[in-house]
């Protein structure tokens, strides 16, 4: 009895998981772990894990740090390390020191991804990893008086040639060094190469494998999503409270959301499995910050109720949704939710649930024309999904004339009225004749 509860456990966490191998096929993650996680002995765990996800048909770029190893071999070398404002000062008769410690690293991972003994996780993987000078740097200064030498900033990223080698089906391996025109090598910071990298790359994610548990609330609690404005609220009113690699890691995140990055992901390396439970379950372990919000994506207010008729009643006219009078939409309103750009809401949602079924409808979305090509209508789905499932919804469904595909394309399948829930199924309307389509909240 106990193996088969134990194999019914593994099924249905590898069918939950299936939602994410689909969706995370072809896409392409940047992947950050510091000189710390290469020295822990639960490294392999990492690679394993990392390989995998190659086996999945994820496009991997791996960034390393290298900070104890340089500390080290300066130390060896009876080299005292100086800082200023948590950025290495690397002056130029060290850097041979920078150089041999960041190769050490980087042919240690290379070795680690390597391998495929019978009988160990790597067994069959087969992964090609490629290195190269894909970083062009520039220095990073004089800031303060202090001057930093070949402490350097990332000038430009070559996105073609890395995108070249992920088509091949490498792994791309980057080190935190940047090269200048001019022949100069500068000593990078690694989170500073990951988000310029995920940036040039439009990367589909960018994951942060960090030496804590993420970002926290003022009680220690973990925050598992935060879009960005409520980023740059913690990093404005908790910031100073928190340790550096934190600040460092959310600044870093908050950036790469306003240049594009959808998605940037913080985990802890001291959790085993953090990637995968990460991806590939439904409430991960780390904290996520979404770019969805930047625009202003919130629950709608009485005020907003002109904007929404605005944005609906050339859809209702075309008879692509129901039509709804203001006094329907005033009662309503709290159901909504909203994205609204320079003061004029682009995009609505709606969600009603239906506690006793635990289902849930999702109605009126809509985008505006002008805004439809840039995934606003997915980030108002996956918001309204996130939402029925904080009130426990199994399932949600909704009513269409004209955009069954579009749901279709994003996992609703096709039902029929008897699967609705009774209140909603006594107001359907026939003669409408709307697809009902219906999709498993997992």
């Known amino acids: 009895m106990e193996k088969i509860n134990k194999n019914n456990t593994h099924v249905d966490w590898f069918r ?44 991997i770029v791996l960034v390393h740090g290298a900070r104890p ?63 190269g000078n894909f970083i062009t740097a520039r220095p990073y200064g004089i800031r303060n008086g202090i001057d930093y030498c070949q402490t350097g900033n990332v000038r430009n990223v070559d996105a073609d040639a890395i995108d070249q080698h992920l088509q091949n089906n490498n792994v791309v391996l ?50 598992q999503q935060l879009n960005l404005p409520q980023a740059e609220n913690w990093l404005k009113d908790h910031g100073t409270d928190e340790d550096d690699e934190t600040q460092s890691h959310l600044n870093n995140a908050a950036q790469a959301c306003r240049s594009g990055v959808h998605r940037v992901h913080l985990v802890s390396r001291k959790t085993d499995g953090a990637l995968l439970l990460e991806l590939y379950t439904r409430d991960g372990v780390g904290t996520l910050v979404t770019a969805e919000n930047y625009e202003g994506l919130r629950t709608a207010s009485i005020d907003d109720i002109g904007g929404i008729m605005e944005l609906i009643s050339p859809l209702e006219e075309q008879g692509v949704l129901v039509k709804r009078s203001r006094e ?28 006793k079924k635990r289902a849930a409808e999702l109605a009126c979305l809509a985008v505006h024309p002008d805004y439809q090509q840039h995934g606003r209508g997915d980030d108002l789905m996956q918001h ?59």
């Not at 190769?103 to 391998?115: D, F, N």
């Not at 940047?178 to 790359?201: H, K």
């Not at 939409?329 to 709290?334: A, R, T, W």
């Open 328 to 355: 329907q939409l005033e009662l309503d309103i709290n159901n909504f939710t909203v994205i609204e750009r320079d003061g004029m809401i682009i995009a609505c949602a709606a969600l009603f649930a239906f506690d």
């Open 16 to 59: 939950q998981s299936a939602p994410y191998i689909h969706a995370h096929r072809g896409r392409t993650f940047v992947i950050l772990f510091g000189g710390e996680a290469v020295e822990h002995a639960g490294f392999a765990h990492l690679i394993h894990d990392i390989a995998l996800l190659g086996s999945l048909g994820v496009r």
């Open 384 to 442: 309204v999904e996130w939402q029925a499932r904080k009130q426990h919804m199994k399932k949600l469904f909704t009513l269409t004339t004209q955009t069954m595909h579009w749901f279709i394309e994003r996992g609703f399948v096709e039902c029929d009225a008897d699967d609705l829930p009774i209140e909603k199924k006594s107001l359907y309307n026939y003669q409408r004749n709307s697809k009902i389509l219906c999709k498993a909240i997992v």
């Open 174 to 223: 980057i080190s935190p060094i940047g090269y200048s025109p001019s022949g100069e090598i500068f000593n990078l910071r690694a989170e500073d190469v990951a988000t310029e990298t995920a940036i040039a790359l439009n990367a589909d994610k960018l994951i942060f494998v960090m030496e804590n548990n993420g970002v926290t609330d003022k009680k220690g609690s973990l925050l």
């Open 69 to 131: 190893q340089i500390e080290q071999q300066l130390s060896t070398l009876k080299i005292k390390s100086e800082f200023a404002d948590n950025m290495r000062i690397t002056l130029n008769e060290n850097m041979p020191a920078v150089e041999q410690a960041v190769g050490q690293v980087r042919m240690s991972i290379e070795a680690k991804l390597s391998m495929g003994l019978p009988n160990t996780p790597m067994a069959g993987a087969a992964l090609r990893v490629v290195s």
